[in-house]
């Protein structure tokens, strides 16, 4: 779509909209989780708001006319390690934000984690803290499993 080199901040712009527009349809939370994100750059002054909304139509667009390999190509010798990991952190969160994880966003999450080649105990951290993060059940459900007294944080992060 454009000629121009990728950036790792558009780079993360671009695979968190992938994952949005995975499943056809975009979700109040998932609108919430990038505005959260992004909107930081407004805040701190880095971004005027029109810059923002001009980075989120253009990473949406570029997203809606790139093929996710091709993307994953560009994107992932720009990257460092953390930011591989960063990417992956907020893919999953988005992933989360309302509550239940697509097919179709799985999918895009399983090209990334691929193509980053990131081991897979570092892959299970992610998913066990994020899963905590966002498990709203754990304050509606007193007999959930992590509302026992004999939960550990560092039982999330064992290896199995």
């Known amino acids: 779509m454009n000629d121009s080199p990728i950036t790792p901040l558009f780079g993360l ?7 949005i527009q995975s499943d056809g349809k975009t979700s109040v939370q998932e609108r919430a989780e990038w505005l959260t994100l992004f909107g930081q750059l407004v805040e701190s002054g880095k971004f005027s708001k029109a810059h923002l909304a001009t980075m989120t139509k253009t990473a949406f ?3 809606a006319a790139t ?8 994107l992932t010798p720009v990257l460092s390690y953390s930011q591989k990991i960063s990417v992956l952190i907020n893919l ?3 992933m989360l934000a309302d509550g239940n994880i697509k097919e179709g966003g799985h999918r895009v999450f399983e090209q990334f984690h691929r193509a980053f080649e990131i ?3 570092t892959l299970r951290t992610i998913r066990e803290f994020l899963s905590l993060k966002n498990d709203i059940t754990l304050f509606t459900d007193a007999n ?7 939960f550990s944080l560092a ?5 199995n």
């Open 13 to 19: 712009a671009v695979a968190i909209a992938y994952v």
């Open 119 to 121: 081991d897979k105990q």
């Open 67 to 74: 093929d996710l390999s091709e993307f994953l190509e560009q």
């Open 92 to 94: 999953y969160d988005t």
């Open 61 to 63: 667009a570029h997203a």
């Open 155 to 159: 039982s999330l992060f064992r290896e």
């Open 144 to 150: 959930h499993p992590y509302n026992d007294d004999d």
